[in-house]
């Protein structure tokens, strides 16, 4: 016999669902002590007639002064004037303690129900949160590609351009490797031209990136591929090392395979998403799969 356990948040609503029930038992005990009529201890003693000084000592003052012999004593049977003392709740250890629990079991119930409602929340799978990463590619496979411009950044007078392009190799289905190259120009036009040098471009500084899994992430689609990763760029001065620019570029690339080229390559065809901007691939065998690579 299977024995299935329950998940989520029933416990913590249980305990909320029985304390809030004792709270409120208590609550209605609280509130019947409260509205219960008080009885004095002692009744007040009843006034004098109406002309009746018992204690008055007025009618003898002069003749016999208090303090002074045959002074008048005053009655022993006379209680003294009593002062109404001032009516007030007083306070009672029964209700103090009653309203300490139910304070008590309120703060429990309030706990129970935020620890239900954050094990519900964690149970719910968050609307907003990005889609998964695409399934590493398997098997081995190689690409190359080349793309037509792409504005990399907009001048007050003029724009930069790349023409980029790039190579692939996926090993096996943990290991990848992409390599971008991005020769840069600077153009005096609105959008980038078909050919820089033509339409008198200047030519800058080519920049570089490379990216491995798992930071690039690889998927094959169907027999095509589908490259996407954070590309930090270099240059290569003249002489000396390699200098990273501080600048990283996401960069998306859809490849899809079409005819048969000499050597198992197949020409494909596909987009390249950069900076903001999407270029086609370029006409020709520049751009190409190869399964076994």
Same mark, same amino acid.
Do not use: K
């Given at each position: 016999? /299977? ?36 009885? =004095?201890?002692?009744? =007040? ?10 204690? /008055? ?19 022993? $049977? ?7 003392? *001032? ?14 629990? &139910? ?7 309030? #706990? ?17 949160? =990005?889609?998964?990463?695409?399934? %590493?590619? *398997? ?25 980029? *392009? ?22 005096? %036009? /609105? ?6 040098? #033509? ?5 800058? #500084? ?9 930071? &690039? ?23 000396? /090392?390699?200098?990273?620019? $501080? ?10 395979? $079409? ?35």
């Amino acid at each position: 016999m /299977d024995v299935q356990t329950a998940n989520g948040p029933a416990l913590p609503l249980g305990i909320a669902v029985a304390v809030g029930v004792l709270a409120l038992a208590l609550a209605v005990a609280l509130v019947i002590s409260w509205r219960r009529p008080h009885n =004095p201890a002692a009744s =007040p003693a009843q006034p004098p007639p109406p002309g009746s000084y018992p204690d /008055d000592d007025l009618p003898s003052f002069r003749e016999h002064p208090p303090g002074f012999p045959q002074a008048r004593p005053v009655p022993s $049977g006379v209680a003294a004037r009593a002062v109404p003392a *001032t009516s007030g709740a007083g306070s009672n250890p029964v209700r103090m303690l009653t309203l300490m629990a &139910l304070l008590a079991l309120l703060l429990v119930v309030a #706990a129970a129900t935020v620890a239900a409602v954050a094990a519900a929340a964690d149970r719910a799978p968050a609307s907003g949160s =990005p889609p998964p990463a695409p399934a %590493t590619a *398997t098997g081995a496979l190689a690409a190359r590609g080349a793309f037509g411009g792409v504005v990399l950044e907009r001048h007050p007078a003029g724009i930069t351009v790349t023409y980029p *392009t790039l190579t692939v190799a996926l090993t096996d289905p943990t290991t990848a490797q992409a390599h971008v190259q991005l020769p840069t120009w600077n153009c005096m %036009t /609105d959008r980038p031209p078909a050919d820089p040098a #033509a339409a008198g471009c200047r030519a800058t #500084a080519a920049q570089y990136a490379d990216l491995p899994a798992p930071a &690039l992430r690889a998927a094959r689609v169907g027999d095509g591929l589908r490259l996407h990763g954070r590309f930090p760029t270099y240059v290569r001065p003249p002489s000396g /090392d390699a200098v990273y620019t $501080g600048r990283v570029y996401d960069l998306v690339v859809t490849l899809r395979p $079409g005819r048969q080229l000499p050597d198992g390559w197949t020409a494909a065809s596909g987009e390249l998403s950069l900076a903001g901007g999407l270029t086609a691939s370029l006409d020709g065998d520049g751009t190409a799969l190869h399964p076994g690579g």
